[in-house]
């Protein structure tokens, strides 16, 4: 199985930084890479598909990037209503891993 | 508007099985994918399986291979998940999910089915 690596596990921002998170895939997966949000007790939210690809009605202050083995998502201005776990995942093989997840906070 | 409606909680004792359902509407259901993510509680998220509604296909993740079954019944627009031989750390909440494009890109998601294997 192809192993996601999410860096960091936690962190904690103050409204309007720009957030920075990273997925490590354990071995070449072109671009086939999603994002997904999730806020507690309720389903994932698709926020990037494709690597750098916006979801229909996603906020533009979400982008994606990357390709290979390394994976950029970033919020360029954060809010109070993107607190929640960011999970990347990769479809280049079956089984469609996960990352482990990473928590966000408001500081 | 799209919509997966799952079934309710279920509790179960170890060894048992479970299925889950998932039902289809505003949109054809044999177009698309379903697949299956399932997670524990404070753990994150675990891809199960996809199944094609419209030929019936599936694949699995090689953990659940033997222990589940993805089904569908398209005159009901409703897609199953069993899970069988029931043990505590299949404890998790369980989702169905759209692929609206073959590539693991899942727009619409279930509300989650929390199963309790307890004994």
């Known amino acids: 199985d192809i192993q996601m690596t999410q860096s960091p596990s936690s962190l904690s921002a103050s409204v309007g930084d720009r957030v920075t998170i990273t997925c490590q895939a354990s071995q070449d997966i072109s671009n086939y890479l999603n994002w997904y949000q999730q806020k507690p007790g309720k389903a994932p939210k698709l926020l990037i598909y494709d690597a750098s690809n916006l979801e229909t009605g996603v906020p533009s202050r979400f982008s994606g990037s990357g390709s290979g083995t390394d994976f950029t998502f970033t919020i360029s201005s954060l809010q109070p209503e993107d607190i929640a776990t960011y999970y990347c995942q990769q479809y280049d093989n079956l089984p469609h891993t996960f990352g482990q997840g990473t928590r966000l906070e408001i500081k | 508007q799209v919509q997966l409606v799952q079934s309710g909680a279920e509790v179960k004792k170890p060894g048992a099985s479970v299925k889950v359902s998932c039902k289809a509407s505003g949109y054809t259901f044999t177009s698309y994918d379903i697949n299956w993510v399932r997670q524990a509680t404070g753990q994150g998220l675990e891809w199960m399986g996809w199944m094609n509604p419209n030929s019936g296909n599936t694949g699995y993740a090689q953990k659940f291979q033997g222990r589940v079954t993805m089904t569908r019944n398209t005159s009901i627009s409703t897609a199953y998940m069993e899970l069988s031989s029931l043990r505590s750390e299949d404890t998790a909440v369980y989702y169905c999910?759209?692929?609206?494009?073959?590539?693991?890109?899942?727009?619409?998601w279930g509300q989650g089915t929390l199963v309790t294997v307890s004994s």
């Open positions: 999910a759209r692929d609206i494009s073959g590539s693991a890109r899942f727009d619409y």
